[in-house]
């Protein structure tokens, strides 16, 4: 059983909370843990140690990382200052998932990005973020609408060769995902190539690396699409084509 790492979320101090009053909490997603789990593999959360249990130890015991959504990216972490104070992201956050994807990347472990998960991702390789689709990018499509949530869809496009397109099949060039951010890729960071934009304002949807085996980003919530959807991407062949380089990587 492949074991996959996923750093956690968090939800910092605060003593306004009506539960764990000033306690910090580490959680996991519900979708991306079932996500994994039907195709047979093991969820690892894994959270700060604060020196009790070395990063690098948490990374020899799984096969490969994956990055999920939820708080925005700090600006900080790529160069910026927060444009409005609501934007200021989850630096903390930021730097476990940052150092956790350089020691995969030291250690050829495959590394699979869902949303911020990919905006992270972009940053750990350089990159810039919009820190506000709207606001810096005012022409472009509705990317987050806070009262439909992951039930908003638009069409992406697939670049002819790449990764994706292997992963895929040429029928799903252009197709249709779920949409669940304000933030995007500004500068794509070194050494990663454009997979996919959204068709309607060019916004990049999908990257991966050209050099690792397996590094892939996704702008897009694979894990929250009904699988029984046929309108919409099946989510089955990025998850498998991840558990196939992981094969590959325990097999040698």
């Known amino acids: 059983m492949f074991r996959i790492g996923l750093p956690c979320c968090f939800f910092h101090k605060d003593f306004t909370r009506a539960v764990f009053k000033g306690k910090t909490l580490y959680y996991l997603e519900e979708s991306t843990a079932q996500w994994i789990m039907r195709e047979g593999a093991l969820p690892v959360l894994i959270i700060p140690s604060h020196g009790k249990i070395s990063l690098e130890k948490f990374v020899s015991e799984i096969d490969g990382l994956l990055l999920q959504g939820g708080s925005d990216v700090a600006p900080p972490s790529y160069g910026q200052t927060p444009l409005k104070p609501e934007w200021s992201g989850d630096a903390i956050r930021d730097q476990l998932e940052i150092e956790l994807i350089q020691l995969c990347l030291k ?26 689709i709207p606001t810096q990018k005012p022409k472009a499509l509705c990317h987050r609408d806070w009262n439909v949530y992951d039930q908003l869809f638009h069409q992406v496009v697939i670049e002819p060769g790449g ?79 991840f558990f196939n380089e992981i094969q590959k990587r325990k097999g040698s």
């Open 107 to 132: 250690e050829n472990k495959p590394v699979l990005g869902l949303c911020r998960g990919a905006q992270v991702l972009n940053v750990a390789f350089g990159g810039t973020l919009f820190q506000d």
């Open 163 to 241: 990764r994706l397109d292997q992963i895929f099949s040429p029928k799903d060039r252009e197709v249709k995902v779920n949409s669940v951010h304000h933030q995007a890729i500004d500068r794509l960071g070194d050494l990663l190539k454009i997979e996919a934009r959204s068709k309607e304002d060019g916004i990049v949807e999908a990257f991966s690396s050209i050099r690792h085996p397996f590094v892939v980003g996704v702008q897009w919530h694979p894990e929250f699409q009904d699988p029984n959807d046929p309108s919409l991407l099946d989510a089955r062949p990025l998850l498998k084509e």
